[in-house]
């Protein structure tokens, strides 16, 4: 778990200037797992590292955003409102309404999946040349 925090901490640190990060990632543990569960993935620090700008966005809208005063009393509350709000959703569509209703803005869509950029032909065989190791060609020249 502390592998894990250290990641988020690191993750949301780059998003939000604030002392008290460390702080918000020791509360969040429930909202994040919640959270994650409507796109059917775990909660662990492979997928933090993996889904950056997620976390990043969702920490920024979900608790910063109009939160106010940044202090732990506020974080503390905007983080407990929001594990009510999970506990209480069945899927990502309930929560949005929810959050609506609660906070009056609506959660702008933070897309889980990275966007894969589709290379072209050039861009294919320049990737293939970058990554191109001559010991790994030579052993598999020698076991023909």
């Known amino acids: 778990m502390d592998k894990l925090h250290a990641e988020m901490e690191r ?5 939000i200037d604030n002392k008290l990060v460390d702080y ?4 969040s543990d429930n ?5 994650l569960s409507y796109y059917d993935c775990p909660y662990t620090h492979e997928v933090v590292e993996s889904h950056r700008k997620f976390f990043q966005d969702l920490s920024y809208y979900a608790i910063y955003q ?12 905007r983080l407990s409102e929001l594990d ?5 959703s ?3 569509d309930e929560f949005d309404t929810f959050f609506y209703k609660k906070f009056q803005f609506k959660l702008p869509e933070i897309p889980f999946e990275e966007e894969k950029l589709k290379l072209s032909s050039f861009d294919l065989k320049l990737q293939q040349a970058l990554n191109y190791n001559p010991k790994e060609d030579e052993r598999l020249r020698k076991r023909r």
Do not use: C, H
Not at 24 to 27: G, K, N
């Open 11 to 15: 993750t949301v640190s780059k998003t």
């Open 24 to 27: 918000q990632i020791s509360l």
């Open 90 to 92: 069945d899927n990502k």
């Open 66 to 77: 109009k939160l106010g005063e940044v202090t732990k009393i506020n974080i503390q509350a």
């Open 31 to 35: 909202f994040y797992t919640k959270y």
């Open 84 to 88: 009510t709000l999970v506990d209480i």
